[in-house]
């Protein structure tokens, strides 16, 4: 026997709807929505941390003929396009000590004789690291941090001092 077409339709509607009323999800009636803002705020950081001490190695008070120079370096980590950055050293533990026009001292771990020296803020030893903050340009962030090189350097003066080793510790700081 054959149904009409408009039957055989109507069998096929209903077995379709039975089957996807089967299926997650059908039995809604209905849906609606919304948006959720999500959100968060970058501040300005920095870290510090040093790469290379100034280490001068030999020093000989007898027969200086030239100056001797050490070369160490600070690396800031910042927040990408941070703005404001200063980096600051401070005259060290001995600067009371020093002999002008040096600014800061090294003192002998067992005589207690100071070594006058001072850190510069370029090779060309022509400006000296102040004590006060000294701006600094930090690009790239994280993930490029920015090496500040530390110019040490004792001058070709005599310096009566004894035979021994010299230290002395100088605070860096970046201030944001």
Known sequence: MKFPLSVRLA???AAFGLFAALLPGAASAGSASSSVTVSATVTQNCTISTT????????????????TDATGAVKLTCTKAATGITLTLNGGGHSGSAVAPDTRAMVGATNGDFLSYDIYETGSYATRFPTTPVSETV??????????SLFGQIKAAPQDVSVDTYSDSVQATVNF
């Open 139 to 148: 690009s790239g962030g994280i993930t490029t941090p920015t090496t500040v």
């Open 52 to 67: 290379t001490n100034v280490a001068f190695g030999a020093y000989d008070p007898v027969t200086v003929s030239a100056v």
């Open 11 to 13: 069998g096929l509607a």
